[in-house]
């Protein structure tokens, strides 16, 4: 972990379905070490599995940090831990701050696009453009009413700032991404929270717009970066070894296990910091930093895989 403290748990919410609301104070009343909207926190849950979790506050509440998890009873156990084990009372640990998707101050117009408990980091980008009072439009994505977070408050802001869109489970009523994106007014900056599909949809459906006003996140809202597919090889070119990738772990993690260090943040392939050059084979691209005539050359190694049996990477 980062920087860590040692939190109270002030506030556990119910905000939706099997989506739940918690609120972290510092025990001696001090501010909080500061964050800006889009910045996570990592906490460390009762079952000792650390977890990553967008603050969905607004960035000038100093007193306090606030996430919200989905119960996800597939995962290796940190959000059921979050939501069964943790109570109003205890003490938690959690690191400070750190920001990978961050607003840029010069856009003309924000276009925030959140699926499911995606909101959660685009919940406190809207609170920081109300403060700068620039102009801003949120798409949100969810299944039903029910299972959709702050609908009070968003429901009741004007349908030009707020469009709210149910699927119902059913793809056929998925939004129409083609239509969303198909014109960019002036300088206008896209940020996406939310699963894969939805984060997939964007991408393909904003392929006309600049690659550095489209921008994205996933913290809290990917179980796994697709299927795990089967293991493959990865030659380092630069320290000679070979490793094997198995089903289900990273290039990065594969690579770190042979004792190669590299850098890497978001682990999510949203931040490009873990960004490889690829030497040679075909690789299975699953990250949301590199363009399409970027995949020959390069690869994003926290998420990406292998469509061939060997990659050779630049390490
Ligand atoms: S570490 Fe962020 S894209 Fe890989």
Sequence with gaps: MNDTMLLNVTGKTALADGIYQFEFRSPDGKPLPPFTAGAHVLIETPSGIGRRYSLCNAPSERDRYVVAVKLDPGSRGGSVSMINDVKVGMRIRVSVPENYFALTDDASDYLLVAGGIGITPIHAMMAELDARAARYRLVYCTRSPETTAFLAELSSLPSSRVQIHHDYGNSDQSLD????????????????????????????????????????EDFGTSVSNGEASSGFTVTLQRSGIRVNVAAGQSILEAVREAGVETPSSCEAGTCGACRTTLCSGEADHRDFVLDDDEHDRAIMICVSRAKSDELVIDL
């Excluded at 896209?190 to 599909?197: D, E, N």
């Excluded at 964007?202 to 717009?209: F, Y």
């Design 177 to 216: 991404f083609a239509k969303l994106l198909a014109t960019r007014e002036g300088n206008t900056h896209l940020y996406c929270c939310g699963p894969r599909p939805l984060m997939q949809a964007v991408r393909n459906n904003a392929s006309g717009w600049p690659s550095l006003a489209v921008h994205f």
